[in-house]
């Protein structure tokens, strides 16, 4: 079996993150994890974006390269703080383009308790969030195993 090499690149805010949700649902292969179904994965990289707007994802990803990444997850937080990342999108298509590696949008399901606000905050009422949400967005029973 292949294994696919991950990164997973966190919003500097919750920079003291120590992963618990995102490795959580790796094991499990939940939420943006869920591809991974059957496969055989090794995160190879970690680390924030380095604060508004992002500096760290000019260089971090060629330091994922070298080490075999196949595949760049931008983490939930991003999707699910207040407010949500406005650069989220960019880093997703400069990332490709610079690098040339795969970037999935999301890493664990989106907690309840962000979903409920941010649909009452209307944060991602735009065909571009809902886009950039479908990785993560799963039941409630599940949002709910992540609060």
């Not at 618990?20 to 499990?28: D, I, Q, T, V």
């Not at 059957?38 to 080490?67: H, Q």
């Not at 962000?114 to 009452?120: D, E, F, R």
Request: charged fraction near 25%; hydrophobic fraction near 30%.
């Amino acid at each position: 079996m292949e294994k696919v090499k991950i990164g997973i690149i966190i919003c500097d805010r919750y920079r003291s993150c120590a992963g618990g949700k995102c490795f959580r649902s790796l094991e499990n292969r939940e939420g943006a994890f869920s591809i991974y179904k059957g496969k055989e994965v090794e995160v190879v990289g970690y680390t924030t974006c380095g604060g508004c707007p992002g500096g760290n994802i000019e260089y971090a990803p060629a330091e994922m390269k070298k080490n075999g990444v196949n595949v760049i997850h931008l983490a939930t937080g991003m999707l699910v703080g207040y407010p949500p990342c406005p650069y989220v999108d960019y880093f997703k298509r400069f990332i490709e383009e610079k690098y040339g590696i795969k970037v999935v949008v999301g890493t664990h399901p989106i907690p309840q308790k962000y979903y409920t606000t941010h649909v009452n905050l209307k944060s991602w009422e735009s065909p571009e969030w809902e886009t950039l949400l479908t990785p993560t967005m799963t039941d409630e029973k599940t949002r709910l195993n992540y609060d």
